[in-house]
T-cell receptor, first 115, second 113 residues
Framework: DAGVIQSPRHEVTEMGQEVTLRCKPI?????LFWYRQTMMRGLELLIY????????DSGMPEDRFSAKMPNASFSTLKIQPSEPRDSAVYFC?????????????FGQGTRLTVV | GNSVTQMEGPVTLSEEAFLTINCTYT??????LFWYVQYPGEGLQLLLK?????DKGSNKGFEATYRKETTSFHLEKGSVQVSDSAVYFC????????????FGSGTQLTVLP
């Protein structure tokens, strides 16, 4: 298995533009997580899906952020309009629901820079 | 809600020194506990885990024991190497229906030759 695949790896965009980050979870995994990592705030959970349904989106910073999971093999995180303070590394992770101790597997991340 | 508290970093050690990174947690029910490691420019990867009280997780010379009485899962290594330099995250998954993955703030470790 190729693991969790995120694209793009790097994104540079101008303030005000729309940005879409993509994630392909590991096949068969039921849960998907989006995280944001910054030096100031560390690793923050943005949203969590289970069986393609958003379970907890309380970490989504504001209405400019939205996430979708149209099927079990694809999720997007969209920022519209983007702002410089959105610059961060965004990670996607997936996890199977096979037992208590099963860990989450992370993608390589997307480094977003908004100028 | 669930939470994980890690010792503040950064931590700087000389090669072959003993390492302890403290981690305590608050959770309902019986969570599973994890340590993840993040090398520069990479995503997080699992280092070790424990699923019930008194379990010991181990990998690559690192160990951590699930202590329910003290709600702790401290990471230890007897002799660190330069290649262990990374950020270490303590995490838990709750046993309830939410199954959220909650992380600590991370601890930056630098090992000097």
């Amino acid at each position: 298995d190729a693991g969790v695949i995120q694209s793009p790896r790097h994104e540079v965009t101008e303030m005000g533009q729309e940005v879409t980050l993509r994630c392909k979870p590991i096949s068969g995994h039921n849960s998907l997580f989006w995280y944001r990592q910054t030096m100031m705030r560390g690793l923050e959970l943005l949203i969590y899906f289970n069986n393609n349904v958003p379970i907890d989106d309380s970490g989504m910073p504001e209405d400019r952020f939205s996430a979708k999971m149209p099927n079990a093999s694809f999720s997007t995180l969209k920022i519209q309009p983007s702002e410089p303070r959105d610059s961060a590394v965004y990670f996607c992770a997936s996890r199977p629901e096979t037992g208590r101790g099963t860990e989450a597997f992370f993608g390589q991340g997307t480094r977003l820079t908004v100028v | 809600g669930n939470s994980v508290t890690q010792m503040e970093g950064p931590v700087t050690l000389s090669e072959e020194a003993f390492l302890t990174i403290n981690c305590t947690y608050t959770a309902t029910g019986y969570p599973s506990l994890f340590w993840y490691v993040q090398y520069p420019g990479e995503g997080l990867q699992l280092l070790l885990k424990a699923t019930k009280a008194d379990d010991k997780g181990s990998n690559k010379g690192f160990e951590a024991t699930y202590r329910k009485e003290t709600t702790s899962f401290h990471l230890e290594k007897g002799s660190v190497q330069v290649s262990d330099s990374a950020v270490y995250f303590c995490a838990l998954i709750s046993s309830g229906s939410a199954r959220q993955l909650t992380f600590g703030s991370g601890t930056q470790l630098t090992v000097l030759p």
